[in-house]
């Protein structure tokens, strides 16, 4: 099994901020995660070992999944709990399922980030009506866009920029070829949060590989 899994994404979230737990539970089809609890996501390719590394995690610790994403490329899973040394325990094991270490994941890169000042009336009703189940884009608000690649570590930028200024996270996509983070607010909040964001992927370990597409 370890030898054909690549670990795209694995990532800890050590405390879950209050719209990014909102906006997980939106979109989850599992156990709804709330504020302050610990998360991981995990991204591994092909998908269809998710299902294993899910039975794993569940059997060795006491968390609750929110999600688990199969599709025959990529597989994502999602698991939380109130206490941090569980989430920690369930990675251990899903780990030790891989073969792997947490420094064996793909290293993320930032594809493209952009800030978009005072957005137009007309700008953010497309933004607000494309697939958004986070807060609302208001006119003339400050707009931050993130692409990631891999897809999963998404979810860590959102999370940081939320703990370091007081923003409307807007849309987070965390699955696919590439994820994306939306970010509106004031702009000297807004360029705080960017700024946060950026640090999270750009600190984060891993092996470095040129990405596809």
Do not use: C, W
């Given at each position: 099994?370890?030898?054909n899994v690549q670990l795209r994404t694995y990532v800890f979230i050590d405390s879950m901020q209050p719209q990014f737990a909102a906006f997980m539970a939106s979109v989850a089809s599992g156990y709804l995660p709330i504020e302050g609890q610990a998360a991981l996501y995990v991204e591994i390719a092909p998908g269809m070992e998710i299902n294993r590394l899910m039975d794993r995690a569940l059997?060795?610790?006491?968390?609750?999944?929110?999600?688990?994403?199969?599709?025959?490329?990529?597989?994502?899973?999602?698991?939380?709990?109130?206490?941090?040394?569980?989430?920690?325990?369930?990675?251990?094991?899903?780990?030790?399922?891989?073969?792997?270490?947490?420094?064996?994941?793909?290293?993320?890169?930032?594809?493209?980030?952009?800030?978009?000042?005072?957005?137009?009336?007309?700008?953010?009703?497309?933004?607000?009506?494309?697939?958004?189940?986070?807060?609302?884009?208001?006119?003339?608000?400050?707009?931050?866009?993130?692409?990631?690649?891999?897809?999963?570590?998404?979810?860590?930028?959102?999370?940081?920029?939320?703990?370091?200024?007081?923003?409307?996270?807007?849309?987070?996509?965390?699955?696919?070829?590439?994820?994306?983070?939306?970010?509106?607010?004031?702009?000297?909040?807004?360029?705080?949060?960017?700024?946060?964001?950026?640090?999270?992927?750009?600190?984060?370990?891993?092996?470095?590989?040129?990405?596809?597409?």
């Amino acid at each position: 099994m370890a030898d054909n899994v690549q670990l795209r994404t694995y990532v800890f979230i050590d405390s879950m901020q209050p719209q990014f737990a909102a906006f997980m539970a939106s979109v989850a089809s599992g156990y709804l995660p709330i504020e302050g609890q610990a998360a991981l996501y995990v991204e591994i390719a092909p998908g269809m070992e998710i299902n294993r590394l899910m039975d794993r995690a569940l059997k060795a610790t006491k968390v609750t999944p929110a999600e688990q994403i199969v599709e025959r490329q990529y597989g994502m899973l999602e698991l939380h709990a109130d206490d941090q040394a569980e989430v920690r325990q369930a990675g251990l094991a899903i780990l030790d399922a891989l073969g792997k270490k947490e420094e064996d994941r793909i290293k993320p890169k930032v594809v493209s980030h952009q800030i978009i000042r005072k957005v137009d009336d007309h700008q953010a009703m497309l933004i607000n009506r494309s697939g958004r189940k986070g807060m609302m884009l208001i006119a003339k608000q400050t707009l931050f866009i993130l692409e990631t690649y891999p897809a999963g570590y998404a979810v860590i930028a959102a999370n940081e920029a939320e703990k370091a200024a007081n923003i409307n996270v807007v849309i987070i996509r965390p699955t696919g070829a590439f994820g994306r983070v939306y970010l509106a607010g004031e702009e000297a909040d807004v360029m705080v949060a960017a700024e946060a964001a950026l640090k999270a992927i750009e600190g984060i370990n891993g092996i470095v590989e040129e990405r596809r597409g």
